[in-house]
């Protein structure tokens, strides 16, 4: 049974940094990918980052420059390095997995996420 929870939300300000953490339980799959999501108040949820087994990674645009993915196999804990925070920042970040990736990359795809945890809320003022 896959487990997944995130952890290392909290509120900064704008300029200011935040590490999320997302711990992995249960993780047999040879392949597979690793994504952020996050949830602004009145938005639809969004895809933030991914990486694949072998280390590749996706971001999308709001976070190229800003935001850093990365994994720690010996401890099946993901992170997201959240740097230059801004106000439109603000929102739930989810930790979700995809078991069976097509290749070629992650997706920033919530329709195609296979496990879910339940959020860390992050909050920026400005």
């Known amino acids: 049974q896959v487990q997944v929870v995130e952890s290392g939300g909290g509120s900064v300000q704008a300029g200011g940094s935040l590490r999320l953490s997302c711990v992995v339980s249960?993780?047999?799959?040879?392949?597979?990918?690793m994504i952020w999501f996050r949830q602004a108040p009145g938005k639809e949820r969004e895809g933030v980052a991914g990486i694949d087994e072998a280390g590749r990674r996706t971001y999308a645009d709001s976070a190229k420059g800003r935001f850093t993915i990365s994994k720690d196999n010996a401890k099946n804990t993901l992170y997201l390095q959240t740097d230059s925070l801004k106000a439109e920042d603000t929102g739930m970040y989810y930790c979700?997995?995809?078991?069976?990736?097509?290749?070629?990359?992650?997706?920033?795809?919530?329709?195609?996420?296979?496990?879910w945890g339940k959020g860390t809320l992050v909050t920026i003022s400005s």
């Open positions: 979700a997995l995809e078991t069976a990736p097509h290749g070629g990359g992650c997706r920033l795809n919530e329709y195609v996420m296979d496990y």
């Open positions: 249960g993780l047999t799959y040879s392949t597979y990918c």
